[in-house]
């Protein structure tokens, strides 16, 4: 069935370091994702977008990649900061469906 | 310009009993969703307002739940009687045009609801 889903539930890192958070989809006719950033006690931010027509976006400080073939797209945060620190969910998108999110990933930045 | 509020934020009811969750959507926003979060699982679709009409409620896990949005201004939800299953985050989120073209939704802070 459809579903997003991420490769791990939490995910400690060092103030500085890069961070990347993965995803992995199983429905090929997906062609829109989002990641969502959730701080504790918020609802889900967007942070950023990606279509199926392309392989990789740019925002501040994050990147996206998207991989069709194996059905994989990931979150990298340059430089994390203890304000990252938060629920990372990805979600995906197919025309005539509802927003799709997966489990979500705890990411935990110490100083 | 305010966001998306949601009332209460927290609420603790027994089983058998009937919460009723609020959502003030963004002002001129005519899409409204609501999602549910379990706990540390993923967050799930519930069902989609255009104005005050339901354009997709299949996310809706069975007749307890109840989601209104007359005058297609603020919505409800209302669960009755509610069950230990119904604990989660309920969600709000609006948007002024569908996410078929932009996944930009704003999200209100959740209604927290604790069946005992």
């Known amino acids: 069935g459809e579903s997003v889903g991420l490769h791990l539930p939490t995910l400690s890192v060092q103030e500085g370091d890069n961070s990347i958070i993965n995803c992995a989809y199983s429905?090929?006719?997906?062609?829109?994702f989002i990641w969502y950033k959730q701080e504790s006690g918020k609802g889900p931010q967007f942070i950023i977008d990606?279509?199926?027509?392309?392989d990789k976006r740019q925002g501040q400080r994050v990147t996206v990649l998207l991989n069709k073939t194996v059905k994989h797209l990931s979150l990298q945060i340059a430089a994390t900061q203890p304000g990252d620190s938060a629920v990372y969910f990805c979600a995906d998108f197919q025309a005539g469906t509802a927003l799709i999110f997966g489990k979500g990933t705890t990411l935990s930045v110490s100083s | 310009e305010a966001g998306v509020t949601q009332f209460p934020s927290h609420s603790v009811i027994e089983k058998g009993q009937t919460v009723t969750l609020r959502c003030d959507p963004i002002?001129?926003?005519?899409?409204l969703y609501w999602y549910r979060r379990v706990m540390g699982k993923e967050i799930k679709f519930l069902l989609h307002f255009v104005k005050e009409s339901k354009q997709d409620e299949s996310g809706m896990p069975n007749n307890r739940f109840l989601a209104e949005r007359t005058g297609g201004t603020y919505s409800t939800l209302k669960v009755q009687p509610a069950e230990l299953e119904d604990s989660g985050v309920y969600f709000c989120a609006s948007s002024r045009i569908r996410v078929t073209n932009t996944g930009e939704l704003f999200f209100g802070e959740g209604s927290r609801l604790t069946v005992l």
């Open positions: 002002s001129g926003h005519d899409n």
């Open positions: 990606i279509r199926s027509n392309m």
């Open positions: 429905n090929s006719a997906s062609d829109y």
